[in-house]
């Protein structure tokens, strides 16, 4: 299941169904048609379709896609764009998704979500995958050690060298959760 990440402020806004379309720089691998977990917040808000996906230059945005995004209007768009990516061009080809809810879930933060509902430390759970998890592979149990040491998901990935590294080790604890639970570890 593929997942889009969006800022707290946007969390009501997207569930009540004003906030329908996201302007991003790249099309975070999806297609129309695309189901998608949406998080807001540290929440999952719910599951999500992709209903379009168009790419325009940045100029070429209108006031009403600025506004379907969150925004009074384009201007306030492109300057809040600015402000996260210092060197924007306006020539740059952005990807607007347009998307729809299909199940709004809310009320569960991303963790407990990710972890079927439950609260899971992620450092005891890496110390019980390294004991238990013999389909490990070295560069896997690297990972692991390296978040125990850091004490944190994003330490860890900053350790690694950036913060989207979190799902490196994220798909790690995935796996090795998964293969616990079959083994009635956890």
């Not at 900053?158 to 998964?178: D, S």
Request: aromatic share 8%; no cysteine.
């Amino acid at each position: 299941m593929k997942h889009l990440q969006f800022l707290g402020k946007y969390a009501d806004d997207i569930i009540k169904g004003n906030k329908n379309l996201t302007i991003r720089l790249s099309k975070a691998n999806l297609r129309t048609g695309d189901i998608f977990i949406l998080h807001a917040g540290g929440k999952v808000i719910g599951k999500f379709r992709v209903k379009n996906i168009y790419t325009k230059k940045l100029y070429q945005i209108t006031d009403e896609e600025a506004k379907r995004d969150g925004y009074n209007n384009k201007e306030e768009l492109i300057n809040d764009l600015k402000k996260i990516y210092k060197r924007l061009d306006l020539n740059k080809e952005v990807a607007i998704i347009e998307f729809e809810p299909i199940e709004i879930i809310n009320n569960i933060s991303s963790e407990e979500f990710a972890w079927g509902g439950k609260k899971i430390d992620l450092i005891e759970l890496a110390k019980l995958i390294l004991k238990y998890d013999e389909k490990l592979n070295e560069k896997e149990r690297k990972l692991l050690n390296i978040l125990i040491e850091s004490g944190s998901l994003r330490k860890a990935a900053i350790k690694l060298g950036r913060l989207n590294k979190r799902y490196l080790i994220r798909k790690i604890l995935k796996k090795g959760f998964y293969r616990l639970k079959e083994k009635k570890i956890i």
